[in-house]
């Protein structure tokens, strides 16, 4: 069973940055893809960015120029560097990685945009 854990959420002040992790408990390489999803109170979880196994990206028109995604496949690592964040980037961050018929997720970490 593959278990992903996020961690990198925190209170952050406008215009700050943060720089979610999302680590696997096996290689990466298995993924087809993987991506960050987002879900604010009281809306539904939407798709921050997604990178497939061949390295091809797609970011939220909400985030593109601001977030950036990367991944470490010697440490089974993906990242989501994030930078001038907004209030309306407040929510919980989840991990998502896929296989062909199983979608695995994160627990979440939080990240609050507030001064």
């Known amino acids: 069973q593959v278990q992903l854990v996020e961690s990198g959420g925190d209170l952050v002040q406008p215009g700050g940055s943060l720089r979610l992790s999302c680590e696997a408990s096996?290689?990466?390489?298995?993924?087809?893809?993987m991506g960050w999803y987002r879900q604010a109170p009281g809306k539904q979880r939407e798709l921050v960015a997604n990178?497939?196994?061949?390295?091809?990206?797609n970011y939220a028109d909400s985030v593109k120029g601001r977030f950036a995604m990367s991944r470490n496949t010697a440490k089974n690592t993906l990242y989501l560097q994030m930078n001038r964040l907004k209030p309306e980037d407040t929510a919980v961050y989840y991990c998502k990685g896929s296989v062909v018929g199983t979608n695995y997720w994160g627990q979440g970490t939080q990240v609050t945009v507030s001064s």
């Open positions: 096996g290689s990466i390489d298995s993924f087809y893809s």
């Open positions: 990178i497939t196994k061949w390295s091809i990206t």
